[in-house]
């Protein structure tokens, strides 16, 4: 008989999202979203940068929740579904305000860091990672506003 769940697991580097069963996944590749349930072949795919993953818990799809993605890559094997990601959250804690103030401090870090940067005096890594953060921090703010957040 075939299984009616597929065990799904979502990670960041610092931290476990999600680990548990799930009766479908909707998936955001990097060439559009996909969907999948128990039994799916074997898929391997980037995520897209601000995609939203969305794990039902029950059949009647009625039992969901959804995660923010940034960078990542998705597989599928057997009936295990796994979802690594550079950066993650789960849309219902994103606190649109919150993210606005980050974001608005994140931009003058990176300001400065270019500053100092254009005076050869910067590091390269720092600027890019506070660029990264920055791109983090505006995809939940667009996240928030488009959900009225």
């Known amino acids: ?8 697991t979502v990670a960041v580097p610092n931290r476990q999202l999600f680990d548990g069963e799930v009766y479908y996944a909707s998936v955001p590749g990097s060439e559009g979203q996909f969907g999948v349930l128990p039994g799916h072949e074997l898929i391997m795919s980037l995520t897209k940068k601000g995609g939203v993953c969305t794990l039902y818990r029950d059949e009647a ?5 959804e995660i923010l993605l940034y960078d990542g890559i998705a597989q ?3 009936n295990e579904l796994t979802i690594l990601g550079r950066l993650g959250k ?4 994103i606190n ?3 993210m606005r103030e980050r974001l608005a401090a994140q931009k003058q870090l990176v300001e400065q860091l270019e500053a100092d940067q254009a005076a050869e005096n ?7 990672e506070a660029k990264y953060r920055m791109n983090w ?3 939940q ?3 928030a506003q488009k959900n009225n957040k």
């Open 1 to 8: 008989m075939a299984q009616s769940t597929i065990h799904c």
């Open 61 to 65: 799809h009625t039992d969901a929740f």
């Open 76 to 78: 599928m094997i057997g």
């Open 90 to 93: 789960w849309c219902s804690r």
């Open 96 to 98: 649109g305000e919150e």
């Open 122 to 128: 910067g590091d390269k890594a720092k600027l890019e």
């Open 137 to 139: 921090y505006e995809i």
């Open 141 to 143: 703010v667009e996240w």
